[in-house]
């Protein structure tokens, strides 16, 4: 489990790929501190496990079916990367509930300065746009962030100038792929109310929800 807040830029030192996977090769710095072989780690919010540790790198393998689902089959060597640990028990919850399990990708349509701020803004399919919400949770490549808009397919942020320089987000292009996962909450509401032959659309509007 992890917060979405980052604790450092990493960089692809190396990348071994397979016919449908990868093994990535992670330098960093903050990270290894504690890190041991089998702790998960947020790859630009992909939950992936460290197999190896040598100094200040990792390796994690990558399957099939993450390379599906995430961004992640787009780096390269040289590529910089979101880094975050797993929350420790003991730890103060900054973020939101950030699982590491990557529901779709997005795409950056622009980004534009307000003042002190950058609004970025994200396209993304119907899937994963009916979980998005107006002062709602999401995380974009790990990073937990609040929504400020939202309009048709696409939704945006507001970015501070620390979280600009704490992550990669600001040096995205339009175009570029990012990695979304939800609010976990909200997924799981969608599923209890289907199932439930109680709760409706008009129980809820009786009760001025």
């Not at 016919?19 to 330098?27: N, P, Q, R, V």
């Not at 808009?149 to 696409?154: E, N, Y």
């Amino acid at each position: 489990m992890f917060t979405g807040i980052i604790e450092e830029i990493g960089e692809i030192a190396a990348i071994k790929r397979g016919a449908k996977s990868c093994e990535l090769h992670i330098k960093g710095n903050v990270i290894f501190s504690d890190l041991k072989i089998g702790d998960s780690v947020a790859v630009n919010g992909v939950c992936l496990t460290a197999t190896s540790i040598n100094g200040s790198s990792f390796t994690a393998d990558v399957m099939a079916e993450t390379m599906r689902r995430s961004s992640l089959g787009t780096l390269q060597k040289g590529s910089k990367v979101n880094l975050e640990r797993a929350m420790a028990a003991n730890g103060r919850f900054g973020g939101h509930i950030v699982s590491g399990h990557i529901d779709g990708i997005g795409f950056v349509q622009s980004l534009a300065r307000e003042d002190n701020a950058v609004w970025v803004t994200i396209t993304a399919d119907e899937n994963i746009m009916r979980y998005i919400v107006e002062k709602g949770s999401i995380a974009i490549d790990g990073i937990s962030l609040t929504v400020a808009k939202v309009s048709g397919d696409a939704f945006s942020v507001s970015i501070i100038p620390h979280t600009g320089a704490e992550t990669t987000l600001l040096s995205r292009k339009p175009s570029d792929r990012v990695n979304l996962e939800c609010d976990i909450i909200g997924k799981y509401v969608e599923k209890l109310v289907g199932k439930s032959s109680t709760i409706t659309e008009d129980f809820l509007k009786k009760y001025d929800f």
